[in-house]
């Protein structure tokens, strides 16, 4: 939206799509840590680890691309509250089209072809982690909520096409948020280990609700 309305350049688009990728609050806390881990907490600091490495790539970025800043002065055409709204439901809808086309179009490819169940994170990250029998790890998880998977790569990518950003630039950002987010929750797990429910030798009673 900035480029359109020329307040920056494909240049500065392109830097900031370089590490302005996050998974989200309601995914990962909600999801991923309360639902998968069993643990909000967990939520919290995987969601504080993966915007720390996004942040991170950002400044190191910032430190090795300078150049002179021209502020661009856009003339920003306002619209009536009516053309506003349909825009407004219009852009939504094209929106969600296009990731609920790409998410039904990678959930066929996993169905389809039988891969690995490691690779199923790295093609559509939702299915990968919660269809996947083996334990993922705590900075696996890191890993890949930053990396985000190709489902959505593929979703972000039919957006910054626009301003010529080349896929492998887009790929290898990822790849590097991924590992800045590696080795804090590496480090992170080997201090507070992952717990998982087992099997207990105590029988207990189970209280069900409304029972007669």
Partial sequence: ???????????DAIRIMR???????????????SVYLKSTKSGVIL???????SLLL????????????????ADI??????KAVISSVEDATKSILNMCAYIVFFSAIIQIFDLPKQALTLLEITSG??????????????FFLSFAGFCIHFQIFS????????????????????LLSFF?????????????????????????ASQV
């Avoid at 969601?47 to 490495?53: D, M, P, R």
């Avoid at 982690?129 to 890191?142: G, K, P, R, T």
């Fill in 47 to 53: 969601y504080l680890i993966c915007t720390a490495a």
């Fill in 129 to 142: 982690i919660f269809s996947n029998d083996a334990v993922i790890h705590f900075e696996y998880l890191c």
């Fill in 159 to 178: 957006i910054v096409k626009s301003f010529d950003m080349k896929y492998g630039d887009f790929f290898i950002h990822r790849l590097l948020a991924a």
């Fill in 77 to 82: 055409k306002r619209l009536d509250f009516g």
């Fill in 19 to 33: 590490f302005n990728v996050n998974p989200g609050i309601a995914f990962t806390i909600t999801a991923v840590g």
């Fill in 1 to 11: 939206q900035m480029l359109n309305d020329g307040l920056i350049d494909n240049e």
């Fill in 184 to 208: 804090p929750g590496k480090i992170y797990s080997s201090f507070f280990e992952q717990q998982m429910p087992v099997f207990s030798n105590v029988a207990q009673t189970i209280p069900q």
């Fill in 58 to 73: 950002g400044i190191i970025q910032g430190l090795f691309f300078r150049k002179k800043r021209y502020y661009y002065h």
